[in-house]
């Protein structure tokens, strides 16, 4: 009898113990299942994070390119203002030495108006100033304002940083030129260089 109360007794021991080993890999495998559905939240919000921050890269990316395109530009559209301007400081200052049709017309008009006021009635001094002096004066301050927009146009060139060496050099010319007419017009304007002939030279 007592033989087969430890028989049943190992028996129920061993079904414990295998029932306690089949409820063991039941429990695992739910840890492992609250594992999994712990991570997964924090993975979706790695990729939700990455993604946001390759979008803000590409945006950034985006905006330096813009504004390396419009610092390329600005240079160009800068270079091309200041070889013009250079090119027109020069021409002017040419025009100012060798005269305009806008000082000729302007002299042939202050002759006109000299041999009107004088005739008939004026001094040959009056009319040497009427008819000769204004037309000649009248042609060195058109010849001396064209002067003094080529001078200016040069200077501004000049000024402003940036410009290539082959448009500073014609800006340069452009203020030799000016600076040169600008004097020569002064000068004849006021009789320094040559002075009215009189009436009984």
Sequence with gaps: MDTKTTTEKTGESADAA???????????????ALDKQDT??????????????EAEDEAE???????????????????IGGAAAAVVSAALGAVALTGTWTGKVVSERETL???????????????ISEIYGDAWHSTALVNGVFALIALLVAVLVLVLPGRPAWVRSVAVAGAVLGGLGLLLSVGTYFDLFLSLPTAGS
């Design 40 to 53: 997964a939240p924090d993975t979706a919000l790695i990729d939700a994070d990455w993604a946001g921050n």
């Design 61 to 79: 990316d985006g905006d330096e390119d813009d504004e390396l395109l419009a610092e390329a530009a600005a240079p160009a559209s800068a270079g």
């Design 113 to 127: 108006l000299g041999q009107i006021k004088t005739s008939g009635s004026g001094t040959p001094a009056q009319q």
């Design 18 to 32: 295998g029932t306690a080993e089949a409820a063991a890999p039941a429990e695992e495998k739910a840890a492992v």
